[in-house]
């Protein structure tokens, strides 16, 4: 009986623990958060239903943990259709363990939004923007970043020079 309640118990503390708040934002509080942050971050645009998304999203939280530990925030801006905000993106971040932020990007028109974060932008998704404040580094990437890739691009980002 104790070994029962003692598992019932880990499960529903596992499931708190990896239960997180998928915040709905818009693509000015994206913006907003890039201006104001004081940390270099790293915001990644991505779908559930998005295979190169997945595949990159299957290393990427690890990659950059093991590169830069807490020296970076880490942003998943889903782009999933509103219809799948919250449950299916939660469900998939639980499935996977994610624990970067996780926001839904509540827009449509992605002609109006994409060129906001980068005027290179065509859509494409997996997209990332890498920004540190500290030396004003600015990168995007229009693609996906392989697991190799991850780390050197980590370094530039928290490099000193520009």
């Not at 990159?56 to 782009?79: C, D, H, M, P, R």
């Amino acid at each position: 009986m104790k070994i029962s309640i003692l598992v019932v118990s880990f499960f529903f503390s596992a499931c708190m623990v990896q239960a997180q708040n998928i915040r709905k934002v818009k693509i000015k509080d994206v913006l907003h958060y890039i201006d104001t942050t004081q940390k270099p971050v790293v915001i990644n645009f991505w779908a559930t239903w998005c295979a190169p998304c997945v595949h990159e999203l299957a290393y990427f939280e690890k990659e950059i943990q093991k590169t830069a530990g807490n020296k970076v925030q880490v942003i998943l801006v889903s782009v999933d259709y509103a219809e799948d905000y919250p449950k299916t993106i939660e469900k998939f971040i639980q499935q996977q363990s994610y624990t970067s932020t996780v926001w839904w990007l509540n827009e449509t028109n992605a002609a109006d939004f994409c060129p906001k974060i980068d005027k290179t932008w065509n859509g494409n998704i997996p997209a990332t923007l890498m920004y540190n404040p500290s030396t004003h580094y600015r990168k995007f990437f229009n693609r996906q970043l392989t697991a190799p890739q991850i780390p050197e691009v980590i370094q530039q980002l928290l490099s000193t020079a520009n």
